[in-house]
């Protein structure tokens, strides 16, 4: 049975305008990102003006976009958990994802060598965006709600760590066309040391995915299946299962941060992160739909209707 919590109505439709305003700027960044803001550049976009637009759109833009699918998150795991579960989880994916990505701009472990730049924002500690480990967080919230509807929801040790793998695998099918897209638009820079020869450092540490290196899925799975396990502590999974899987928002919230760096990638022409990229986040949401479809999954009230502020 699904939780009546005191003011979930109000925290949903919270929910739901921060998604739309989310996906919202997620496509128009898209957009720009692979039209106008591609090289070489208009000569339109070289006036003063322009150039005052775009410099304040690269300073707030992106925050604002991730700040909004933060709270979609929350809100929508206060409306579905309370808010303590949902502060809970959300303060367990920040600080998890925020030591994992420190400890990568320092040291190279687990992700490899690399460093972000200003594009996405204030640097905590001076190296890593505050928006980084606020969007571990909603992406892996959307993870777990496709989970809730694919994998047994027992709540036992051994399954709550099968449902962090599976999480891990869902999170890291967005950074296919994410982290070339990032790349690509300079948002954070690769530090590959030169070949040596040696077999480790060619099959691990080579950029051969658009200048990525196979180290940094590695580093996402682990780190992802550590911050989906903690998550897992918290809310186990017959309450994800049964309380937030059901619903469509989290999905939403997963499949719109595809668009983006799709958009990107085929506007640079990187066909194969665009179709694998697209294909990796459509296979775990295209499970989870189906077994929506098969009535295998318990139904709860539908909180992303066409039509805001509705209800089914």
């Known amino acids: 049975m699904i939780d009546r919590l005191p003011n979930s109505r109000r925290d949903r439709r ?12 997620l496509v128009l960044s898209g957009i ?5 803001l591609a090289p070489p550049a208009p000569a339109w976009l070289s006036t003063p003006a322009n150039q005052r637009v775009a410099a304040f759109m690269f300073t707030f833009g992106g925050q604002t976009t991730v700040v909004l699918g933060a709270m ?17 989880i ?4 920040f600080s998890i994802s925020l030591t994992a990505e420190l400890t990568g701009t320092t040291t190279g472990y687990p992700f490899g060598p690399y460093s972000y730049t200003t594009q996405l924002g204030a640097l905590i500690g ?9 969007s571990w967080f909603f992406m892996l919230y959307g993870s777990l709600a496709i989970c809730g509807r694919i994998l047994r929801a027992d709540d036992s040790g051994a399954n709550k760590w099968r449902w962090a793998i599976g999480a891990a695998l869902v999170l890291t099918a967005w950074d296919v066309s994410m982290d070339p897209a990032m790349v690509a638009t300079t948002h954070w820079l690769w530090h590959l040391p030169p070949s040596d020869g040696s077999f480790v450092r060619g099959v691990f540490l080579s950029g051969f995915f658009y200048g990525m290196p196979l180290t940094n899925w590695l580093g996402w799975l682990l780190t992802g299946c550590i911050v989906a396990r903690v998550m ?5 999974p017959s309450r994800w299962a049964s309380n937030v899987s059901p619903t469509t928002l989290p999905l939403v919230l997963y499949a719109v941060n595809g668009v983006f760096p799709i958009l990107i990638c085929a506007g640079r022409g990187m066909w194969w992160a665009v179709v694998l990229g697209a294909a990796a986040m459509a296979v775990p949401l295209m499970l989870a739909l189906r077994v929506r479809k098969e009535g295998r999954s ?6 992303f209707p066409a039509r805001l502020g509705t209800t089914s």
Not at 72 to 88: D, M, P, Q, T, V
Not at 298 to 303: G, I, N, Q, T, Y
């Open 32 to 36: 720009a990102f692979a039209t106008f």
């Open 232 to 236: 897992l502590a918290v809310v186990p």
């Open 72 to 88: 979609a998150g929350i809100c929508h795991a206060a409306s579905r958990l309370g808010w303590r579960s949902a502060l809970l």
């Open 298 to 303: 318990p139904v709860a009230r539908d909180d």
């Open 90 to 93: 959300f303060g367990a994916a």
């Open 126 to 134: 001076g190296r890593v965006p505050f928006n980084i480990p606020t």
């Open 14 to 25: 919270l929910a739901r305008i921060a998604l739309i305003g989310h996906a919202s700027l």
